[in-house]
């Protein structure tokens, strides 16, 4: 297994973070605030260790799971150390009441953060269509991605898979947006008797 660096230290953060240390993955946890970022270390356990907040992470994979209006913020703030790494956006640019988008076609979040990167890293969008509660539960689903370079879906493609998900490749960065696209229609049908209830569970 490998190390997953994840930028943030909220309920997604938690749940990927989780699964990815029980599935034999070591987990390093990126944070402003390094005291949550330590007590979300020592909730998932199996050796996750705390980073320096701005530093070059230490994995390949690095998760950012941050709100969307933070994601490309955060992606510049790092800048170089980010070189060659495949960065995960997992934001949902909702508006305010979660009933449309901020974003347009071609200019989604993972765009803007692809443009944002330095060279030699590629961005793929993935577990925008999963909530947080569903990944915690440590089952078979399917993880909808989308992104750029062959080499690079490939190695998240493996990563989904070794935590007991179905990678499901979407397309290229084009079709990041569509995802975007399906987190709304996910709230639309958690708002019209699916079962779950959007305001108890994270969808970013």
């Known amino acids: 297994m490998t190390t997953i660096s994840i930028i943030g230290s909220g309920n997604m953060a938690t749940a990927i ?32 260790t705390v980073g320096t907040y701005g530093a070059r992470p230490a994995g390949d994979i ?7 209006a933070a994601a490309v913020d955060v992606v510049a703030h790092y800048g170089d150390a980010l070189a060659g790494k495949i960065l995960v956006d997992i934001t949902n640019p909702f508006n305010a009441d979660a009933s449309g ?5 071609g200019n989604s979040v993972a765009d ?4 944002a990167a330095p ?7 993935a577990f925008n269509t999963l ?20 080499e690079a ?5 493996a990563f989904v898979e070794s935590i007991g998900m179905r990678p499901c490749d979407t397309g290229g960065l084009d079709m990041t947006y569509v995802l975007e696209s399906a987190g709304i229609l996910l709230m639309g049908l958690a708002r019209n008797g699916a079962g779950f209830n959007p305001l108890a569970a994270e969808l970013h």
Do not use: M
């Open 62 to 68: 690095v998760i950012v799971a941050v709100l969307y």
């Open 119 to 125: 060279e030699g890293a590629h961005v793929v969008k």
């Open 17 to 48: 973070g989780t699964r990815a240390a029980k599935h034999g993955h070591t987990v390093e946890l990126l944070s402003r605030n390094t005291a949550t970022a330590q007590a979300l270390a020592d909730q998932i356990g199996h050796g996750t």
């Open 112 to 115: 803007q953060i692809a443009a």
């Open 101 to 105: 988008l901020v974003t347009t076609p």
């Open 153 to 157: 879906k490939a190695g998240f493609a």
């Open 131 to 150: 909530f947080a509660g569903i990944i915690a539960e440590d089952k078979s689903v399917d993880a909808l991605f989308a992104g750029d370079g062959v």
